[in-house]
């Protein structure tokens, strides 16, 4: 008699349910799951259903789902995986010491796995990653023991991808026996050499397969933070053939199994005999009908075979080959059993239909959002206005790109934010580092001038301004891309306690030179003249060879070729404020020559522009530094790391040139340019006295047009907010670029 295949469903359902509860791989009475993980016997979540102590889970309900731990008896462990096959995967954390650009330390790390029941598995392999690197472990297996490798590269090209043969990663096995471990890794040179492309060094231990080396681990191994390792368990200390004198505290309780001794130190382990299947741990667990099941009902085991049976309310000879096992029910049960399982699968082909018809909907309506954005940002004018140019200028990265640069924008991936925006440090496919500045504002009627805006700032190729490479518009707020500096800011170096380096006076007259260059070429030299309006020691990058970068242009303000001035909202930083501009609101070049003028004060001084727990004469740094060279006090505030080193002449001199930016009234205070030719002229006689001064400007590659005359006292502006910072708040990579933009800039 057939019967319809609603039917049968019904049944396999049952036999489903059946077969998992023959299964069951824990102790009769125990719970066998912590989370997502199942707890097969001799393990045990609670006391009575492990084998005895060491073999204990421990099961922290505090995380959802819940999460299990080795223990207790040894350091919390999270267990990944439990084999009866004696393996224990547990998490192992990475080794990590990290350098900045100058040599200095800035994080460090160690990892230990104490583990003293259970011995670390030769299938693990002690990995290093790193150009600089060298990496230690020690441990205990009977005895110490300490060793480890070295792992070195000049250069990204001469490593291999999935290679770990000291080029860039190396490698090494783990003894036998050992039980505790400790790993360390460090820098041979601090990472000096290699920085820009590898600043830190990572060692870890692993199961073996488990890690394949990237080029791209080199730069940045921030979401490889564990790596599973093996643990090779067994019962006792003893042999099989001592254990089996004492049946009592034999653990291989079933019948059908094979008593294995340990070849990973003392104890043994029990598996089921060939042809049989299960927990060999536990009375009747090895069964022969899981190996080879012919049955399709219920399979009963006897010595040398087995036999088939049905459940209670079906019928037949439960062979799978045979009848089978057929419920028994009268007409008017199938008849109640269609109905609900025909709705069943109505509501199932539905939801499943909803879920699809939803998940497109969503996926168009995503598709638009990005072009509404694209549209709402200028986008369409920004790619007729490339295509209608010469040269190639900015470029447009979609969403996509920027969001696996950023890995989603991972909290990791942070360089600094406020109350405006937030930068990350990106990674493009070709492993190019960029800074990607997300801000939080837009101002949709100032669009027109933000493509505009891209499209000159991003042709700047000069060699002391950063980069502008190009922007994202598919996002509500467009999102700017620009090169990444490695050294971070000058005022890192003048004022961090933590990190700040002492420069030379050469290196800060360097340092002046270089940045008045730089302002001086966007003041002139293009084909519309920038105002950068939030000029300040954190605004000025240093790279790895300390050449200034003059940065973030969020700020900055274009100024068409018949105008000398802008009208604006007064916006920028307490202490480098141009007071003539604050009051006037009538922004000029000279608001940069006055910021510029606190930015020398800086150098000449080492004290912050603007810092409230100085005495209230000296809180403003530009007001105190004119007092003092009126009262002729120069030398008593000069910074002590540069009294010694250079001419207190050029000191003076260079004194002067602040001192006539700094003036009140713009129209007195001298140009970018002009300043920039002072600077250069000390720079050259500081050195040499026969040297030629340049400005620099000709060493620029002029993407742009250069105008046929250039307006000395042409008009940028800043940017547009009634709020101040000032740079002591700034957290140190906060400052790659910390002022919001305006109007999606």
């Not at 050469?506 to 950068?532: D, F, Q, W």
Request: glycine letters at 8%; a negative charge; proline letters at 4%.
């Amino acid at each position: 008699m057939k019967f319809p295949p609603l039917l049968s469903l019904h049944f396999i359902v049952v036999l489903i349910i059946f077969v998992a509860e023959v299964a069951s791989q824990t102790k009769p009475g125990c719970s066998g799951r912590c989370g997502s993980l199942e707890i097969p016997y001799p393990f045990g979540i609670s006391e009575g259903c492990s084998l005895d102590d060491s073999f204990l889970i421990t099961c922290n309900t505090t995380f959802s789902p819940p999460r299990p731990f080795l223990g207790p008896g040894n350091t919390p462990a999270p267990v990944l995986n439990i084999s009866l096959d004696s393996e224990l995967r547990v998490s192992f954390s990475v080794a990590r010491q990290c350098y900045d650009a100058s040599g200095m330390l800035v994080e460090e790390t160690t990892s230990s796995l104490v583990s003293e029941k259970f011995p670390i598995s030769t299938r693990n392999r002690f990995t290093a990653v790193g150009c600089d690197t060298f990496a230690a472990i020690a441990g205990t297996r009977g005895q110490n023991f300490t060793t480890g490798c070295l792992s070195l590269c000049d250069q990204m090209e001469s490593v291999t991808n999935g290679s770990c043969a000291g080029i860039g990663c190396c490698q090494t096995m783990i003894p036998i026996e050992t039980r505790n471990f400790g790993a360390a890794v460090g820098g041979l040179n601090n990472h000096s050499t290699v920085n820009s492309f590898n600043p830190c060094s990572f060692a870890f231990l692993v199961e073996e397969g488990f890690y394949n080396f990237s080029i791209a681990d080199l730069i940045d191994m921030q979401n490889k933070q564990d790596m599973p390792v093996v643990l090779d368990w067994t019962v006792g200390n003893i042999t099989c053939q001592e254990a089996q004198k004492d049946l009592t505290t034999y653990a291989c309780e079933a019948a059908n199994i094979e008593c294995l001794d340990s070849n990973n130190g003392p104890g043994y382990r029990c598996r089921c005999k060939t042809g049989f299947q299960g927990n060999a741990y536990l009375v009747d667990g090895c069964q022969e009908c899981k190996a080879s099941n012919p049955c399709s009902g219920k399979c009963n085991n006897f010595p040398g075979g087995v036999f088939c049976s049905c459940p209670e309310g079906f019928e037949g000879d439960g062979m799978v080959n045979g009848t089978g096992c057929r419920q028994i029910i009268n007409q008017g049960d199938q008849r109640r059993l269609i109905i609900p399982l025909s709705v069943s699968m109505s509501l199932l082909l539905i939801i499943i239909a909803g879920c699809w018809i939803y998940w497109g909907v969503q996926k168009r309506k995503l598709i638009k959002l990005k072009e509404k954005f694209f549209q709402q940002n200028g986008g369409l004018m920004l790619q007729q206005k490339l295509s209608n140019g010469s040269i190639e200028t900015a470029k447009i990265y979609t969403a996509e790109e920027l969001k696996e640069a950023t890995n989603n924008y991972h909290e990791s991936r942070v360089l600094g934010q406020g109350g405006y925006g937030t930068v990350y440090k990106g990674i493009l496919p070709d492993n190019k580092v960029v800074a990607i500045k997300k801000s939080k504002v837009c101002d949709q009627s100032q669009i027109e001038q933000f493509i505009n805006e891209v499209l000159v700032l991003s042709q700047i190729n000069h060699r002391n301004v950063v980069k502008l490479l190009g922007c994202c518009l598919e996002t509500e707020v467009p999102l700017l891309v620009y090169e990444f500096i490695t050294n971070g800011t000058l005022a890192d170096h003048l004022h961090d306690k933590l990190s700040a380096s002492s420069l030379p006076w050469e290196m800060r007259l360097k340092v002046a030179a270089e940045t008045a260059g730089a302002l001086a070429y966007l003041h002139s030299a293009t084909s519309m003249p920038i105002i950068h309006r939030d000029v300040k020691t954190s605004n000025i990058l240093l790279d790895n060879s300390y050449t200034t970068k003059v940065s973030d242009f969020g700020a900055s303000r274009l100024v068409p070729l018949d105008q000398t001035q802008l009208t604006t909202l007064v916006q920028g930083t307490l202490g480098y404020l141009d007071p003539e501009y604050f009051h006037s609101s009538q922004l000029t070049e000279k608001s940069d020559v006055y910021s510029f003028g606190v930015v020398l004060a800086e150098l000449l001084t080492g004290k912050q522009a603007l810092a409230f727990d100085r005495p209230e004469k000296e809180r403003n740094l530009a007001i105190y530094f004119i007092s003092s060279m009126k009262e002729d006090r120069l030398v008593e505030i000069l910074d002590d790391g540069i009294m010694n080193e250079g001419s207190i002449q050029k000191m003076n001199q260079t004194a002067e040139v602040a001192k006539r930016c700094l003036r009140v009234r713009g129209e007195e205070r001298p140009s970018m340019k002009e300043v920039a030719m002072e600077l250069e002229g000390l720079r050259a006689v500081e050195k040499h006295s026969w040297i030629k001064v340049d400005l620099g400007i000709e060493e620029t590659e002029h993407l742009l047009p250069i105008p046929s005359s250039y307006i000395e006292f042409g008009s940028n502006s800043g940017n547009v907010t009634a709020t101040t910072t000032t740079s002591g708040f700034d957290s140190l990579r906060d400052q790659i670029f910390s002022t919001p933009l305006h109007g999606g800039r």
